[in-house]
């Protein structure tokens, strides 16, 4: 039986919860949402979440949902409207005005080195609303090309079957365009059943011409809606060009290689490497004097069918920024890795965000994240860099910064850089993102958030059987470096032994340079305190609403489930 001292306690528990509940429902009537809510909304919310509610009693106007029915909507994610709050931005601009969620080596499930590649990944991939995936493209037996990570272990796919899972699943999630960026590896013979098989199974999703003829920039999203468009090498255009010279069917000799990346073989040196070629046409013997041959000299045959589905995103190498803006216009784009970008952003932070506001530039992983993991896409978009490629596949906090930024813009796949970013606003500016006094505002903002409490919390994997956990909170403003400091990172206290429903009421109060839609995220950690050793994680989440809201998170594990 129940102590009387207990079932004190636990009254006066109940009573302290109702209290809290009805102060929060105060608190929400005065919210962005509660100010546009609707009879049949405010209908619709008693009926899923209020266990008494009837159709009958639905229509008496003295009903109210009761505390239960209350408690169990706070806890629910339909707290927020979203659609009450997140607009579809403006989606007219050039290309180059985006953000544009991008995978890298989308065919992997796993690691670099020996992972399996599916194509289940890039409907994964697609599905989350990425709209960039990239395939890299070896020659395969009975002359169909097939795709893995090249002087690698990992598995092979057909390339066939990865176009038909592209085409089923490209605009599931988004109408916006997709862009398929071809590392390409094949000969010949292949290069030209790849362009067949885009032609005949993409069909009219695929991107044969120019949006406008008279262009002088990038379309815009809006006007690609529903298109697929290719990203890789091109020919040139003038025929007596001297890095042009004419073979046999129509094929050519580009001058650079076909691949700015060619990761694998960067991933494979001083290993025991896996021919990608040895299972195709040509024998592995005469492949690996080829393949020295195309080290040395920098080029490759491309065939021109393959060639004449690049209209877009022409792969062009980065030498400097002087080059580029000489030589390139708006239909080239660079790949380079994170390591590189870095060393960009500190010793020519101008040239980049200036080279961005013209042309898209890809950024993908360096070649020692062999596990897959992911660099802080955060700064690099910080530069402007549009197609900042992660691993979808690793589950990670770099990955739930993404989701957070790809939530907005009603998961669109593309986001609407600041103004500040832009190629009009930094021709009139001195901007400079490691300078809070080049910012286009004079005074940074601050804004509160209140821990109010949590709600089956589950406890980390290291805790045994019976244990309890005594949770905290800690938040971090994730952005750049004026907004990522220690005066952005706040703790709340722990409670003893209460993961079911701990309850902080702690209020904080951040300042940041950047509006959360421009360049941050507010990163949240449920973590257990612990004596004796570092403390576990029990989730963690992003907060991106961008409004006065009372809000429940739901918390991601370290799979992001």
């Known amino acids: 039986m129940m102590k009387e001292a207990e079932y004190d306690n636990l009254e006066e528990r109940l009573q302290n919860a109702q209290r809290e509940l009805r102060k929060l429902k105060n608190d929400l009537d005065s919210t962005h949402f509660y100010k546009n809510l609707t009879d049949e909304k405010l209908k619709e919310m008693v009926r899923v979440f209020e266990p008494t509610a009837t159709e009958s009693n639905l229509e008496d106007p003295n009903f109210e949902i009761v505390l239960y029915g209350f408690a169990m909507y706070i806890r629910s994610a339909k707290v927020i409207d979203d659609s009450s709050y997140e607009k579809m931005q403006d989606m007219s601009r050039p290309m180059t005005d985006y953000w544009i969620a991008s995978s890298h080596n989308t065919y992997l499930l796993d690691d670099q080195l020996t992972g399996p590649s599916s194509t289940e990944a890039y409907k994964s991939a697609l599905l989350k609303g990425c709209r960039c995936v990239e395939l890299d493209c070896w020659d395969g037996a009975n002359?169909?090309?097939?795709?893995?990570?090249?002087?690698?272990?990992?598995?092979?796919?057909?390339?066939?079957?990865?176009?038909?899972?592209?085409?089923?699943?490209?605009?599931?999630?988004?109408?916006?365009?997709?862009?398929?960026?071809?590392?390409?590896?094949?000969?010949?013979?292949?290069?030209?059943?790849?362009?067949?098989?885009?032609?005949?199974?993409?069909?009219?999703?695929?991107?044969?011409?120019?949006?406008?003829?008279?262009?002088?920039?990038?379309?815009?999203?809006?006007?690609?809606?529903?298109?697929?468009?290719?990203?890789?090498?091109?020919?040139?255009?003038?025929?007596?060009?001297?890095?042009?010279?004419?073979?046999?069917?129509?094929?050519?000799?580009?001058?650079?290689?076909?691949?700015?990346?060619?990761?694998?073989?960067?991933?494979?040196?001083?290993?025991?490497?896996?021919?990608?070629?040895?299972?195709?046409?040509?024998?592995?013997a005469e492949e690996a004097g080829n393949q020295k041959k195309q080290k040395k000299t920098k080029k490759i045959k491309l065939h021109k069918d393959l060639s004449d589905l690049v209209i877009y995103t022409q792969s062009r190498h980065l030498t400097d920024f002087d080059d580029a803006q000489q030589n390139s216009d708006y239909r080239h784009i660079s790949s380079i890795d994170d390591k590189v970008c870095s060393s960009y952003a500190k010793n020519q932070s101008k040239a980049l965000l200036n080279h961005t506001s013209r042309q898209l530039i890809r950024i993908y992983p360096n070649k020692k994240k062999i596990d897959s993991s992911n660099y802080n896409p955060i700064p690099v978009w910080a530069y402007g860099c549009q197609i900042v490629a992660l691993n979808y596949q690793t589950a990670c906090e770099e990955m739930l910064i993404n989701q957070a930024r790809f939530k907005q813009n009603q998961g669109a796949g593309y986001v609407l850089k600041?103004?500040?970013?832009?190629?009009?606003?930094?021709?009139?500016?001195?901007?400079?993102?490691?300078?809070?006094?080049?910012?286009?505002?004079?005074?940074?903002?601050?804004?509160?958030?209140?821990?109010?409490?949590?709600?089956?919390?589950?406890?980390?994997?290291?805790?045994?059987?019976?244990?309890?956990?005594?949770?905290?909170?800690?938040?971090?403003?994730?952005?750049?470096?004026?907004?990522?400091?220690?005066?952005?990172?706040?703790?709340?206290?722990?409670?003893?032994?209460?993961?079911?429903?701990?309850?902080?009421?702690?209020?904080?109060?951040?300042?940041?340079?950047?509006?959360?839609?421009?360049?941050?995220?507010?990163?949240?950690?449920?973590?257990?305190?612990?004596?004796?050793?570092?403390?576990?994680?029990?989730?963690?989440?992003?907060?991106?609403?961008?409004?006065?809201?009372?809000?429940?998170?739901?918390?991601?594990?370290?799979?992001?489930?």
């Not at 815009?220 to 255009?237: D, R, Y």
């Open 418 to 561: 600041p103004e500040f970013l832009r190629e009009d606003a930094l021709h009139n500016n001195n901007f400079d993102i490691n300078d809070n006094s080049t910012f286009p505002r004079s005074q940074p903002f601050s804004y509160k958030i209140k821990i109010i409490s949590g709600c089956q919390l589950p406890k980390p994997k290291q805790y045994n059987k019976g244990e309890v956990v005594d949770p905290y909170v800690k938040i971090r403003v994730v952005g750049p470096p004026v907004d990522d400091s220690p005066k952005n990172s706040r703790t709340t206290k722990f409670i003893d032994n209460n993961g079911f429903s701990p309850c902080w009421n702690e209020e904080f109060t951040l300042t940041t340079w950047t509006k959360m839609s421009e360049q941050r995220t507010t990163n949240w950690q449920i973590r257990t305190f612990q004596w004796t050793a570092s403390s576990p994680a029990t989730g963690k989440s992003r907060f991106s609403t961008k409004k006065a809201a009372v809000s429940t998170q739901p918390l991601f594990s370290s799979t992001l489930k």
């Open 143 to 284: 002359g169909q090309p097939i795709i893995y990570h090249g002087w690698t272990r990992t598995s092979k796919i057909s390339f066939k079957d990865v176009i038909t899972t592209v085409r089923q699943y490209a605009f599931k999630k988004s109408e916006y365009p997709v862009c398929l960026s071809l590392e390409n590896h094949c000969h010949i013979p292949q290069q030209q059943k790849m362009a067949k098989y885009m032609v005949e199974i993409l069909g009219d999703l695929l991107l044969r011409a120019p949006v406008d003829p008279d262009e002088d920039c990038l379309p815009s999203p809006e006007a690609m809606k529903g298109k697929i468009w290719i990203k890789g090498k091109k020919l040139k255009e003038a025929a007596g060009d001297s890095t042009r010279n004419k073979a046999e069917n129509d094929d050519f000799v580009v001058d650079d290689e076909v691949s700015e990346e060619d990761e694998g073989e960067g991933y494979a040196q001083g290993k025991d490497r896996d021919s990608p070629v040895g299972n195709g046409s040509v024998p592995a």
